[in-house]
């Protein structure tokens, strides 16, 4: 508003000027304009400097990342940083220093310059070739991250929805059980596992679903180890947002997408590193996807392989907290009295709404 009420009433006093044909006093204007040209172009060049300075340590940029695979990002994004830098620095100060340098005088007279062939080449292939280069290179390591994984690598089905993530590794048999979303059932089913009968959805139970092991918010993986994250959607359209490893991904329903990376740190190396006691390495959704959006933040562990075997053993399968009465644990006869009864109890709850279903 305040810019707006300067233009004008500058553009009023240049009127009054001409229309009064004080030559002069065009001139003066003419010279005052000139020298705020040049005092714009240093304030302006200050500004970035200073906003440069108080904001960067606010970024990411100062942090390394936390995948192998995001250095390359990292590094197209520091290429694409210094090139587009380095233009933006020369053709501004060209611009305010030409309008300075070259403002209306009576010892010169404007040289027409309508076309130029060997100009209008180079700057349309100079930029043409520097495109093509950083978009190769883009290609190349979205080919390579998207593409197969290595094959050490640990298999996590990450799947989204409002709102929250699911995640699934494969249990003992290394591979996931089958799911259909009409068997999705929050209170103990959250990826609709086929794990039994069902005539409704002509569905059989799938033993593979049996062992697998279903997380909510928390996966584990490991330091060094590539891990491929599988990713699907419930509902809608959310995004596995990875900011310290530098990746994201769409997770689309109805279509799996797939992103692999080499975490370099594990969570304890990363509160050191950043001396933040709370550091946590977080999936934030990176699509607008619902009124609870902002509340979709999942948590990655990244620990030693020792550390991932000893946690992985403490986990039970999905298919143990849907169905009581298969757990093993729940079958030894010296199991004490009080749990035993809430296991029975919880067994005959089971069984009445898994007959209410089928
Ligand atoms: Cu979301």
């Not at 690598?153 to 494969?170: I, M, N, P, S």
């Not at 009080?338 to 279903?357: F, G, I, L, N, W």
Request: with cysteine; proline share 4%.
């Amino acid at each position: 508003m305040v810019f707006l009420i300067i233009f004008q009433i500058a553009k009023a006093s240049e009127y009054v000027i001409v229309l009064k044909g004080e030559k002069k006093a065009l001139k003066q204007n003419n010279k005052i304009n000139g020298f705020f040209m040049i005092a714009f172009l240093i304030a302006g060049l200050i500004g970035v400097y200073l906003c440069d300075d108080a904001l960067r340590g606010k970024t990411l940029l100062v942090h390394e990342s936390a995948s192998v695979q995001g250095e390359k990002v990292d590094q197209m994004l520091n290429v694409t940083l210094i090139i587009t830098g380095a233009v933006f620095v020369i053709t501004q100060i060209l611009l305010f220093w030409f309008a300075y340098k070259y403002q209306e005088s009576d010892k010169r007279k404007a040289y027409y310059f309508p076309h130029n062939n060997t100009m209008e080449i180079v700057w349309t292939v100079v930029p043409a070739i520097a495109l093509t280069i950083l978009v190769v290179i883009g290609l190349r390591n979205w080919f390579s991250f998207t593409g197969e994984a290595p094959k050490n690598a640990l298999e996590v089905e990450v799947t989204g929805k409002q709102f929250g993530w699911v995640f699934r590794y494969k249990g003992d048999d290394g591979t996931f059980g089958k799911k259909y979303y009409r068997m999705i059932d929050d209170a103990n089913n959250p990826l609709g596992l086929n794990w039994r009968d069902s005539t409704e959805y002509k569905i059989k139970d799938d033993p593979a679903t049996h062992d697998d092991i279903v997380l909510q918010q928390t996966v584990y993986v490991v330091k060094d180890r590539p891990v491929k994250f599988i990713i699907n959607s419930r509902d809608v359209v959310h995004d596995v947002g990875l900011s310290w490893f530098r990746l994201k991904m769409d997770a689309v329903p109805g279509t799996p997408t797939t992103l692999w990376f080499t975490p370099k740190f594990t969570t304890k190396e990363m509160i050191e590193k950043t001396g933040n006691e709370n550091f946590q390495y977080e999936i934030s959704c990176d699509q607008m996807c619902g009124n609870g959006h902002y509340s979709m933040k999942g948590v990655i562990q990244v620990v030693t392989q020792a550390e991932f075997d000893a946690w992985m053993a403490k986990q039970k399968p999905a298919y143990f907290a849907a169905f009581p009465e298969k757990d093993p644990a729940n079958q030894k006869p010296t199991t004490p009295v009080a749990p035993a009864a809430d296991t029975t109890k919880s067994t005959a709850k089971a069984e009445v709404a898994q007959k209410a279903k089928i």
